[in-house]
């Protein structure tokens, strides 16, 4: 071994450290870069050579550019995301339904049916009264101004929300397209030798971002590819990205591939909310409101229909309600431009107010299944509330969940610049004893130079 080997150790060894400095200024430039992995220099021998009969070492070299990343916590940091995500979306969806009923208070439609039981309680009274009929009129017809208010507001929330799922599919495509284009990048430059881990990070956070869209599975191949599937279809690779669309079976929304024939079984991510709430939430709370009206009108019109109005001769076989359609409650016109019509004798007598008795103890009074006609509706309200409840409380509990595994993360992923502080006076004070060690190597070799001259 010659004073020229130890030049080449001397020379490897400043190229090694300076590499792990360049690695460690990477680190800190990056220390609040929340989508940065932190990287580790990693350092080995150079591959000895034998001379002599000996084995002679060849100093150092840097072998790898290691990413520091934990592949289950990544996997369960998305599992998270994607249920978290959906929970979240639930309750803000679900919390402006809850919002249009506006219960309790009397402006909600159990006050407002409320009063027009009560109106109907005072006619029986006085009979005859043409103010009192007039409040008749003005109860139902603030009750059906609150239930088209209702229904147009969840027909408002369904459009908005089928409005997001095509976003949503919008954006889910735009990812698998950019997760191929970087699975492609990273083979090419890992097929070549080269570092990819600034792409690594950029794919990972593309990753990260569809999770939160919808319910991924991620595998990664031996050549670092990552294989993306959704809902049980392959979805994109190194090569290939599929694109997605919605489409209508019946009343619901789903996801398909671009030639209908495979549909994606979602169950995660802001998407899953917004199809739960449009396909399944939205239709029961509005199949129970319609059940409800529906029954409020015919038990109406029921005992309205038996009664007699005010008219000379009176009239009878008359309905108060004329219909109930596209979430439109309808007073009887004739009784809105006559409030004379309303039939309230129950043998058409002048004063007789037995009909409007019956109708007032409507709101008391059992039906087939056990229950009021209130009962029915106030049922459909604490299912919403149960409902909003249920996911604000399944949104906190991953949330919670989330940060913890966050902390896990940024234990081993994250930057710490203390540490990184540490490195650079250990590499450099490396770096300055491989300097030294070249100017030693330089002084031997003029010693050399200065007894054969």
Same mark, same amino acid.
């Given at each position: 071994?010659?004073?020229? *080997? ?18 460690? !200024? ?9 989508? @940065? ?32 990343? /934990? ?5 369960? #940091? ?10 979240? +979306?639930s309750n803000v969806l679900l919390g402006q ?14 006050? #407002? ?14 009979? *005859? ?22 229904? /147009?507001? %969840? ?29 492609a990048q990273i083979f090419n430059l890992q ?10 990070? !950029? ?16 595998? @990664?191949?031996?050549?670092?590819? =990552? ?7 392959? =979805? ?11 489409? %209508? ?15 994606? !079984? ?27 009206? *529906? *029954? #409020? %009108? ?19 076989? #008359? ?16 009784? $809105? ?41 106030? +049922?459909?309200?604490?299912? $919403? ?8 409380? %399944? ?39 491989? =300097?030294?060690?070249?100017?030693? !190597? ?12």
């Amino acid at each position: 071994m010659g004073i020229s *080997n130890i030049f080449d150790i001397g020379t490897r060894s400043l190229t090694a450290y300076q590499g792990a400095l360049d690695v460690t !200024a990477q680190n800190i430039s990056n220390s609040s870069n929340p989508d @940065y992995s932190r990287q580790v220099a990693v350092l080995g021998d150079e591959t000895p050579q034998q001379i002599g009969g000996f084995i002679w070492g060849n100093g150092v070299k840097l072998e790898d550019i290691s990413r520091v990343r /934990n592949a289950l916590t990544d996997q369960q #940091l998305r599992d998270n995301n994607s249920k978290y995500s959906s929970s979240n +979306t639930s309750n803000v969806l679900l919390g402006q339904v809850q919002n249009l009923y506006d219960e309790p208070s009397d402006q909600g439609i159990s006050g #407002l049916t409320t009063a027009f039981f009560n109106s109907w309680q005072q006619l029986s009274v006085t009979p *005859n009264s043409v103010s009192l009929r007039q409040n008749v009129v003005q109860a139902a017809q603030s009750l059906s101004d609150k239930i088209l208010s209702v229904n /147009n507001g %969840m027909d408002s929330i369904q459009t908005s929300v089928k409005s997001q799922v095509n976003s949503d599919v919008t954006s889910i495509n735009n990812d698998l397209q950019q997760i191929q284009s970087l699975n492609a990048q990273i083979f090419n430059l890992q097929s070549t030798g080269q570092s990819p881990n600034t792409l690594l990070d !950029a794919r990972d956070k593309v990753i990260d971002s569809l999770s939160n869209l919808v319910n991924i599975n991620v595998n @990664y191949d031996s050549q670092n590819v =990552a294989n993306i599937s959704i809902g049980g279809v392959f =979805a994109a690779d190194k090569v290939t990205a599929v694109q997605f669309k919605t489409a %209508m079976q019946g009343n619901k929304i789903v996801v398909t591939s671009q030639d209908g024939s495979t549909t994606l !079984a979602i169950n995660g991510g802001d998407l899953n909310a917004s199809l739960d709430v449009y396909n399944n939430k939205i239709p029961s709370y509005q199949s129970s409101l319609d059940s409800f009206v *529906n *029954n #409020l %009108m015919q038990s109406v019109n029921s005992q309205h229909s038996t009664g007699y109005t005010l008219d000379n001769p009176p009239q009878t076989g #008359l309905n108060f309600f004329q219909s109930y359609t596209s979430g439109n409650l309808k007073i009887n016109d004739q009784i $809105v431009n006559d409030p004379n019509k309303i039939a309230v004798s129950s043998d058409g007598t002048s004063g007789n107010g037995n009909i409007a008795l019956n109708i007032a103890g409507l709101s008391t009074q059992k039906q087939a299944n056990g229950s009021t006609l209130l009962d029915s509706y106030n +049922t459909l309200i604490s299912q $919403v509330g149960t409902d909003v409840k249920g996911a604000s409380d %399944m949104a906190n509990s991953y949330n919670l969940t989330i940060q913890q595994l966050q902390q896990q993360k940024a234990s081993y992923s994250g930057v710490s610049v203390d540490e990184e502080m540490t490195n650079v006076i250990k590499y450099q004070q490396s770096y300055t004893a491989s =300097a030294k060690l070249i100017s030693i !190597a330089d002084q031997m070799l003029q010693t050399l130079l200065n007894i054969v001259s």
